[in-house]
């Protein structure tokens, strides 16, 4: 499975929906806290592209040393339509400043120094070290999941459903013409988390793994075919 660190810096670097919270600091538009962009540098700091007028980069400019602390949240929801689509959360607190040095017309770039980071997603909660946080990598199918699940859920509903021919007691009494709808709702190098939800509205995770890691799209494609042969049998 993925460690909570990679998870973290997975979100980071996902397309998830984030902000940035400073303590004291009054936004009227809580869209003004959604930074443009965001990354993460060789040290492991969280790098975030804001307006150059917004409140937030102002308040990174008067700062003095590690006076300004802040909070990056971000909320992880699932890219198709499935019950409980919060995947999870995560958060990043530590010590704002902005970055000197010229970028984008109208645009200041800050340095979000990590002191402590946060999960709580579909594997459980847990606390990250900023070390952890600094020496690991993201998933490598972080740019590509949300287009993949779609699709997986759109062009490829039929197969989804025959995976739950491999959950053994847990489908034993459900016939074929009433198998449990089967939606991919999170993806990664590891494998494939999917939800299941039966005629009476409940449902259940299950998660398959693939036989090895993979490493890109081509590797994730053999996986599928793998996981969707070994369903069929």
Known sequence: MPSAAERTRTLVQSTCSA?????????????????????????GDVFLLFPADSAVARAAAHAQGDELTAVLEIIDVAPVSVPHRIRGRARISGWL????????????????EVGEASIDDLWG??????????????DPLVSHEAELLQHLHTAHSEQ??????????????????????????????????????????ACFDARFEFPDPVRDISELRRAMYTLFEAASC
């Open 160 to 201: 989804m459903e025959t995976l739950s021919t491999l959950l053994g007691d847990r489908t034993t009494d459900t016939c074929s013409t009433q198998r449990p709808a089967a939606v991919p709702v999170a993806l990664d190098r590891f494998g494939l988390r999917v939800r299941f939800v039966e005629t009476d509205g």
């Open 97 to 112: 400043t902005s970055v000197p040095g010229p970028t984008e017309p109208g645009r200041t770039m800050l340095r979000l």
């Open 19 to 43: 902000a940035l919270l400073v303590p004291g600091l009054d936004v009227i538009r809580p869209d003004h806290l959604v930074p443009d962009s965001r990354g993460i540098g060789p040290e």
């Open 125 to 138: 909660a847990e606390d990250i070290e900023p070390d952890a946080f600094r020496d690991v990598e993201a």
